[in-house]
């Protein structure tokens, strides 16, 4: 992902002093990193993916720069992460396509899973989720069916135009 789309979803989230930021599909780390160098203030910035070598990589690009920051690196699986719920301020991923890993079956059977972690994880009642992703009306409808289980308020879908 671009290091401007990256800072553009910052933004939009509203990233503020000591929260924890979270990619738990953080791939090259760009989210995260930016999340780290582009803000003169502190946070907690988590980088997860389920490619052990996407997490090093992260970290190891993540020490050569300087921050206020700290960032932290995790292997997981997006949809069974290990994170205690209450926990993430701000989660913000580029979601899989279905192209370049996996393939659209695989994605479609992950962000159900994604999305009940997500609604566990997010902190109560101003933890807030941005999500990139090609699979809006998959989101959609699946939100809008399970919105009791879910926990999840004010759910706002954007168009954004990236490149192209």
Known sequence: LQP???YLLLRLAKVSPGEVVCDPMAGTGSIIL????????PMLCMAGDICPE???STIQVAKSVSSSSTIEGFVWDAGNACVRPNTLDVVITDLPFGKRHGSHTEVKRL????????????SKP???ALLLTMHKNFIKSFLERNKADLNLQDV???RICVGG
């Open 156 to 158: 706002d879908i954007r």
């Open 4 to 6: 401007c789309i990256s």
């Open 111 to 122: 962000i159900p899973r994604f999305l009940r972690q997500l609604s566990l994880a997010l």
């Open 34 to 41: 930016e999340a780290a160098t582009g803000f003169k203030f």
């Open 54 to 56: 996407a997490v090093d």
């Open 126 to 128: 101003n933890g807030r």
